[in-house]
Nanobody, 117 residues
Framework: QVQLVESGGGLVQAGGSLRLSCAAS?????MGWFRQAPGKEREFVAR????????YYADSVQGRFTISRDIAKNTIYLQMNSLKPEDTAKYYC?????????????WGQGTQVTVSS
């Protein structure tokens, strides 16, 4: 079992920045961020491989968001810059201890991000 706790969401104006944090109870191989807007399906945002630091981003956030990890704190971060109203969603941290990292069996409770225009 991996417990995940997100923090850092809030209300920000378009063009602003926020940093999300996700504290994990252990160090799973893969960790990532997903988001879900009202009436939409959950979508991938970014992922990071814990040991090798391999990183992937969704096209919609490439160049604006940065995912990083602090190994000592078992924590990942999502630095979100140049936020747009369409970034408004509930953001979820996920973990996958499997090598392939395509199942994401563990999820946090989510943190709300609202970007006003």
């Amino acid at each position: 079992q991996v417990q995940l706790v997100e923090s850092g969401g809030g209300l920000v104006q378009a063009g602003g920045s926020l940093r999300l944090s996700c504290a994990a109870s252990s160090s799973p191989i893969n960790m990532g961020w997903f988001r879900q807007a009202p009436g939409k399906e959950r979508e991938f945002v970014a992922r990071i491989r814990w040991t090798a630091s391999t990183i992937y981003y969704a096209d919609s956030v490439q160049g604006r968001f940065t995912i990083s990890r602090d190994i000592a704190k078992n924590t990942i971060y999502l630095q979100m810059n140049s936020l747009k109203p369409e970034d408004t969603a509930k953001y979820y941290c996920a973990a996958d201890p499997n090598v392939n990292g395509d199942k994401w069996p563990y999820w946090g409770q989510g943190t709300q991000v609202t970007v006003s225009s």
